[in-house]
């Protein structure tokens, strides 16, 4: 089955820190991989996204690259700021109804 | 981007009363909808695929007759929490999928919180 893993949290990180966020994946067939955020007190925006293998997804300074090679999506900032405190989640599809599989989510907390 | 809604946003209920709950897609339509539960500080876990206009199609280790989905239109899938206890409070969610050229994104609802006492 489908299966997405990520890195242990939570992460604290200063404001203008570098950040990556850990993810893995199995899959059977050809997923698409994707990043959700979830801010405090708020349902799940999705950050952004790769549907094939050596895309790079980007959105609001974040970053993606879709790995087939290490199965990995891993998620980078190279500067992070505080109102990017929230939770992170990796998931992937696949199949055409678009059944999502989550990783844990991680809590990444900024300070000033 | 499309927007899901869901009401109420939070419920407080006694046990062994119902809850419904209830995830529309305002400006698109959705024949299937995906219903989650998040617990505190866990990942979202997948409850059921709503299918407008038949059955829903439940996750393994998810009681049917427990949460009963109808999705009774094109924009509406509701979420029935029946003779609720407290290990039932958690935090559901809903999401639409509405495509976007070749793909279909997935879009959340902003989640109802249940709190059973």
């Known amino acids: 089955g489908n299966s997405v893993t990520q890195m242990e949290g939570p992460v604290t990180l200063s404001e203008e820190a570098f950040l990556t966020i850990n993810c893995t994946y199995t899959a059977t067939g050809y997923p698409s991989l994707f990043w959700y955020v979830q801010y405090p007190g708020e349902g799940l925006q999705l950050l952004l996204k790769a549907t094939k293998a050596d895309d790079k997804g980007s959105n609001k300074g974040f970053e993606a690259t879709y790995r087939k090679e290490t199965t990995s999506f891993h998620l980078e900032k190279g500067s992070v700021q505080v109102s990017d405190s929230a939770v992170y989640f990796c998931?992937?599809?696949?199949?055409?109804?678009?059944?999502?599989?989550f990783g844990k989510g991680i809590t990444l907390s900024v300070r000033p | 981007g499309a927007v899901v809604s869901q009401h109420p946003s939070w419920v407080i209920c006694k046990s062994g009363t119902s809850v419904k709950i209830e995830c529309r897609s305002l400006?698109?339509?959705?024949?299937?909808m995906f219903w989650y539960r998040q617990f505190p500080k866990q990942s979202l876990m997948l409850m059921a695929t709503?299918?407008?206009?038949?059955?829903?199609?439940?996750e393994q280790g998810v009681e049917k007759d427990k949460f009963l989905i109808n999705h009774a239109s094109l924009t509406l899938s509701t979420l029935t929490v029946t003779s609720a206890h407290p290990e039932d409070s958690s935090f559901y969610i809903c999401?639409?999928?509405?495509?976007?050229?070749?793909?279909?994104?997935?879009?959340f609802g902003p989640g109802t919180r249940l709190t059973v006492l």
């Open positions: 709503s299918n407008e206009g038949s059955k829903a199609t439940y």
């Open positions: 998931a992937l599809a696949t199949g055409a109804n678009s059944k999502l599989t």
């Open positions: 999401s639409a999928p509405w495509t976007s050229g070749f793909y279909n994104e997935q879009f």
């Open positions: 400006d698109f339509q959705a024949t299937t």
